[in-house]
């Protein structure tokens, strides 16, 4: 169990428009969701922590305006990049932990490969 | 002030033999947890091994054991008898007192045949 899914895995879009990366905890419930970035040959660098009905908390330097954050339900959470740049270009992947459960362990989708051209 | 260290960028290891990936943390909370996770080429997250501060033994799951030494705050990885699919980018992350998780800059690992 505790499975997380990221959709789309690839992405590619032009210069200046918006897209929206989903996470999803398939088989748990998840308490909090977690969204982080990820350069070539770098770390994770979390951008934002998702609680169910409640605004996102951004990490210092994270532009909130920017990186849309939407906690719908405890399988749901949507990242959405806004006016898109190149420099946005990126790995993305969201992890969750789960309700009551195991808290101490987060579940990581396989990511997101972010293209703007 | 950085969280989770990892000195080593790069290690290669012989196949069948065991190799050791340094972590060191940094923290005044009393309850914290270690993770270590491998990510491949494909960029998936993969956990290992997870070890809790209060947990009195070293953690271990298969050929993966954690070399636990609190009062170094060290948090090493132990891999026994490497395989050639464990050539990956192994990262260190420590989970706080309010569950935010800090990751270590990486060591990538290549097992040679």
């Known amino acids: 169990g505790a499975v997380v899914s990221q959709h789309p895995s690839r992405v590619i879009c032009k210069s200046g428009t918006s897209v929206k990366i989903e996470c999803r905890s398939l088989d748990f419930q998840a308490t909090t969701m977690f969204w982080y970035r990820q350069f070539p040959k770098q770390s994770l660098m979390l951008m934002a922590t998702s609680n169910e009905g409640s605004k996102a908390t951004y990490e210092q330097g994270v532009e909130k305006d920017k990186f849309l954050i939407n906690h719908a339900s405890l399988t749901l959470s949507t990242l959405t990049v806004t006016s898109a740049h190149p420099e946005d270009s990126s790995f993305y992947i969201c992890?969750?932990?789960?309700?009551?459960?195991?808290?101490?362990?987060?579940?990581f989708g396989p990511g997101t490969r972010l293209t703007v051209t | 002030a950085q969280k989770i260290t990892q000195t080593q960028p790069g290690m290669f290891v012989q196949e069948k033999e065991a190799v050791t990936l340094d972590c060191t943390y940094d923290?005044?909370?009393?309850?914290?947890?270690l993770f270590w996770y491998k990510q491949p080429s494909s960029g998936e997250m993969i956990f290992l091994i997870y070890q809790g501060s209060y947990d009195q033994q070293n953690a271990t799951e298969g050929r993966y054991s954690l070399n636990f030494q609190k009062a170094r705050k060290s948090a090493n990885l132990v891999i026994s008898a490497s395989q050639l699919g464990d050539s990956a980018m192994y990262f260190c992350a420590m989970r706080d007192n309010f569950n935010k998780f800090y990751f270590g800059s990486g060591t990538k690992l290549n097992v040679k045949p």
């Open positions: 992890s969750a932990t789960r309700r009551k459960v195991k808290p101490y362990e987060q579940y």
């Open positions: 923290t005044s909370d009393p309850s914290y947890g």
